[in-house]
């Protein structure tokens, strides 16, 4: 007989096992863990819900004007300290929306009666009164900010009087306003000093800013003390690293006299550094006393050096090289007889101020007790392929210690990079074992032409046929310079001009063509001198100064020399065969003495070097 569906059931059920404790257990924990779940789902979004109306809730009661429910609402959240960390910071955060927003509508209102001499109605008395809780500090900080502001003259006395006249009638305000207005009188009285201090801060004068308040910290009280003392520690903390890390690298750049002069103003303002103590000590042992200077100012010029004499004088001689260059060993003797008669190398801008583009202010030249001032010129220094290949440097490269070296090619045939091999390096290395032979880490002048390359480097487009051209002359093929090329020129040139600039160098303009500037028209003039600091300049940088090739210089007053003044060529040197400088009309000029090979042998050098001394004997042209 056929069984029931139920009959069925009841029988497959019948024959299960038992159910375990342990299976029950785990079904009643999945539901319990299930439940929670979802009451903390419901728990955190209703939470949510509930933080996102406070805000909405907190701007209609401020816009309605009901200011003891959003004050309410302020209070709870911080009155509510029992939750956790994160429903803690949730709350600040709330508040701190909830400020953001009182202040915004503050402000609105403070901005009116700052600009617009805007009279307080009713319903802002209301407001600021009502949000009191929060708007007293802000109006306290802003009538504080406002007094500075007066201090600092960005604001006048009859705007900060109506300022006050206003802000006087908010509740519980005048217990800060008042203290405030009634020592406007003396804010006024302090701003022009407090300003000439402001000014130097701005400009990044430190030491003077700090010494000018400290003076006003003598004279005052109250808040101009209070503004007087915060900039001070202001400014303290902002220049102590970057001022101490200028001197220390000046010292090791032998800037011996600057290094003094500013660690002498910070040891006063910071009396118990111990580094700027030691500091000083090693800068005032490597300085003596200084004194002005009457006598004549020698200036000597030079060109790149022979450094391979046996290629320059045995194989490849040429009767021209042999006149206009110096041998490196000749250069270096010369460093040394200079020394022995008490020259010092100084500032080519020395002797002028040239801050003002009008006018040029002369100075009182200074040098060390003993010194006789000396300029020395490295010229044209961009290395023209015709004197390749006969001992002199093919470019000036960087070594691995980032020293400036010359290059060339040996007799042998082989890459030489040396800093012995050119006037720079051999001048740097003098001076790194004679620093008192340079006042105040001063090297020298390096003037650049520019038509055929800048250091032996191309670093335009237009100097590509010059440069080919000077290739065929001596017999090479064309070298195909591309873009790329060139940018990497200029990268290196840049990186070369850093260096020389970081260790005491200066530069001036040869012409870019090596132009006869006193033949030349204002039109030669003027192309000239555009391409020249479109593609020199623009490496180095700004240039004072105009070495003028062969000496032939154009007269202080010539339209073309206003030309050259105009765009801020302002010292001049042309040639003569003793020391002189005159100033002009916004210009200073001098006349170099030339040491080349003809030179040496044929004019009278001796109030410089005796040329027995220092002659090479490798050269062809004998002396004597």
């Known amino acids: 007989m056929r069984k029931s569906a139920t009959e069925n059931i009841f029988e497959t059920v019948s024959r299960k096992k038992p159910v375990s404790f342990m299976y029950r257990l785990s079904i009643g924990m999945c539901i319990a863990v299930l439940l929670f779940s979802i009451v903390v789902f419901v728990y955190i979004n209703r939470s949510k819900e509930s933080e996102a109306s406070i805000i909405p809730s907190f701007e ?3 816009n309605e004007g009901r200011y003891d429910d959003a004050l309410s609402m302020y209070r709870e959240l911080h009155d509510n300290v029992a939750g956790t960390p994160e429903e803690q910071e949730k709350n600040a955060a709330l508040m701190t929306q909830m400020e953001n927003i009182v ?34 500090s802000h109006l306290s900080n802003w009538l504080n900010s406002l007094c500075e502001d007066f201090l600092l003259g960005n604001i006048e006395k009859p705007d900060i009087t109506f300022i006050f006249n206003e802000i006087m009638v908010v509740d519980n305000i005048e217990a800060v306003a008042s203290p405030l207005w009634r020592e406007v009188d003396s804010i006024e009285k302090a701003r022009g000093v407090v300003q000439a201090a402001e000014k130097d801060y701005n400009c990044g004068d430190y030491i003077a800013a700090v010494q000018q308040y400290t003076v006003i910290l003598q004279d005052s009280e109250g808040f101009v003390y209070n503004f007087a003392d915060k900039r001070v520690a202001e400014i303290k903390d902002i220049m102590y690293q970057p001022m101490l890390e200028k001197c220390e690298h000046m010292l090791l750049r032998y800037q011996y006299y600057s290094a003094e002069e500013i660690l002498s103003n910070l040891a006063v303002i910071f009396p118990d550094d111990m580094r700027i103590a030691n500091d000083l000590i090693l800068a005032t042992e490597k300085t003596s006393p200084v004194v002005d200077y009457y006598g004549p100012v020698e200036v000597i010029c030079v060109r790149q050096l022979i450094a391979d004499t046996e290629l320059a004088f045995e194989v490849n001689y040429i009767s021209n090289n042999d006149d206009i260059y110096l041998t490196t060993n000749e250069f270096s003797e010369i460093l040394e ?13 020395a002797l002028v101020d040239t801050s003002n583009e009008d006018y040029l202010v002369e100075k009182d030249l200074k040098v060390p007790q003993g010194k006789k001032p000396l300029i020395i010129i490295i010229e044209n220094l961009d290395y023209s392929l015709r004197s390749y290949g006969n001992g002199t440097c093919e470019k000036l490269v960087l070594n691995d210690q980032g020293q400036v070296c010359g290059q060339y090619m040996n007799a042998s045939g082989q890459e030489v990079v040396q800093r012995s091999a050119e006037a720079i390096g051999i001048l740097d290395m003098f001076v790194e074992d004679h620093p008192d032979f340079s006042f105040n880490g001063v090297k020298g002048v390096i003037s650049i032409c520019g038509y055929e390359s800048c250091f032996g480097y191309v670093i335009s487009e237009d100097e590509i046929d010059d440069h080919n051209f000077a290739l ?28 020389l600039k970081d260790t005491g160098w200066q530069f ?54 206003e030309y050259l003044k105009g765009l801020g060529f302002r010292i001049f040197f042309g040639i003569g065969p003793n020391p002189y400088y005159t100033y002009g009309i916004n210009y200073l000029y001098y006349d170099r003495t030339l040491i080349n090979g003809t030179n040496m042998r044929n004019a009278d050098l001796s109030r410089l070097f005796d040329v027995n001394k220092v002659y090479d004997e490798a050269r062809v042209k004998k002396i004597g």
């Open 508 to 561: 001036a303009s040869s012409t870019y063509g090596n132009i006869n500037a006193e033949k030349s028209d204002m039109e030669e003039i003027v192309s000239d001198t555009e391409k020249w600091n479109e593609q020199i300049g623009s490496v180095l940088g700004p240039v004072h100064m105009i070495v003028y090739p062969n000496g032939n210089f154009i007269n202080g007053t010539d339209p073309r020399a």
């Open 103 to 136: 202040f915004e509508k503050a402000v609105t209102i403070e901005n009116k009666i700052r600009y617009e001499r805007y009279e307080l109605k009713s319903e802002d008395l209301k407001f600021l009164n009502g949000m009191g809780e929060i708007t007293y």
């Open 472 to 499: 065929n002359a001596i017999g090479r093929p064309n070298e195909d310079v591309t873009l790329q090329d060139i940018e990497a020129n200029r990268n290196t040139v840049s990186m070369i001009v850093s260096t």
């Open 60 to 62: 209609t009661a401020l």
């Open 337 to 349: 007889e200079l020394y022995a008669r008490n020259y010092v190398l100084i500032d080519a801008e």
